[in-house]
């Protein structure tokens, strides 16, 4: 494990988890997905989120994907991983396989199925948190897990010294700006924004930078967008913002949320580096989205090698 001298910044994909089966590991294309961001600059890996399709994958796979990410990954940048289950005890294991393979950091949102209120949430936080052997970050995901870490709620956690930071998937700014106020309590903390085409607006309000689906695919754009931000250089950040919107129409292809997840593994499908099987019960894109997808990936200039 990386020893943690700083808070968690910049652009850090929330990875896809490559697929060649119901319970198969794409191994080449995961090894060509991690080097693909890495050398795009990203600034760290988030594995077991949504975009991974955590809830979908068997505790074996989960495992297998932490130890095969840390291993690849070998320090050169830090592994945060996703422990989010409906069982306590599920989360607490995970934590602490993460921890033995050498991971940086665990991610951690509500329960879901069952929604807490927020007295329960705030005792949620408060026993799990000495359990972990990781040091933990809160996760904001209220459109799956339908229920929200208030900001009060933040509050009463901020005193536990394993809580590092939250990452905001809301979309509500209000709710990021008065997050990224916590950081008066706790200057260690680092506070991302999920949706990622608001990332010059969350750096504005006080944010560490982006939790960026669209750095799965484009990890470069995302980095210099976030270091036009920080060096200030409005002239750059207004194109690569532009960049960022044009890339968000895959997005709006298919239905339902698992549609952002069959675009970015649609993505890197044409762009041949990972396979773009899904986990059950989703499909993957079907020829007239996939022919969608590439077009915007052209104009884009994204070579498209697959078809």
């Not at 896809?16 to 198969?24: A, E, F, S, W």
Request: proline residues 6%.
């Amino acid at each position: 494990m990386n020893s943690l001298t700083e808070p968690f910044h910049g652009i850090i994909p929330p990875l896809v988890t490559p697929l060649t089966g119901r319970d198969q590991l794409d191994h080449d294309g995961l090894e060509r997905l991690i080097e693909h961001t890495i050398d795009g600059g990203v600034h760290g890996l988030f594995i077991l989120g949504s975009t991974g399709e955590a809830p979908s994958l068997s505790y074996r796979l989960r495992r297998e994907l932490i130890d095969c990410v840390c291993r690849q990954v070998c320090n050169r940048i830090p592994v945060l991983v996703g422990i989010t289950d409906t069982a306590f005890v599920e989360s607490v294991a995970l934590a602490q396989h993460s921890a033995e393979a050498g991971a940086d950091a665990v991610v951690l949102t509500t329960p879901y199925y069952f929604p807490a209120g927020q007295t329960e949430l705030i005792s949620y936080v408060r026993n799990i948190t000495p359990e972990l052997p990781l040091p933990l970050m809160l996760y904001n995901m209220p459109q799956l897990t339908k229920v929200w870490f208030e900001i009060e709620s933040l509050k009463q956690v901020a005193d536990l010294d394993g809580i590092v930071g939250l990452k905001d998937s809301s979309g509500d700014m209000t709710y990021f700006e008065e997050a990224a106020k916590l950081k008066k309590i706790r200057p260690d903390w680092s506070v991302m924004i999920g949706p990622e085409a608001k990332l010059p607006e969350a750096m504005q309000l006080g944010g560490n930078g982006a939790v960026a689906g669209g750095a799965n695919v484009l990890p470069r754009m995302f980095v210099e967008c976030y270091e036009a931000k920080l060096a200030n250089d409005n002239m750059k950040l207004a194109e690569l913002h532009d960049h960022i919107i044009d890339f968000q129409r895959i997005y709006e292809i298919g239905k339902y949320a698992s549609k952002y997840i069959k675009a970015t593994k649609c993505c890197l499908s044409l762009m041949g580096i990972c396979n773009d099987f899904m986990a059950e019960p989703f499909h993957s894109f079907r020829t007239p989205q996939r022919l969608q997808v590439a077009e915007i990936l052209n104009q884009l200039d994204v070579p498209v090698t697959q078809s």
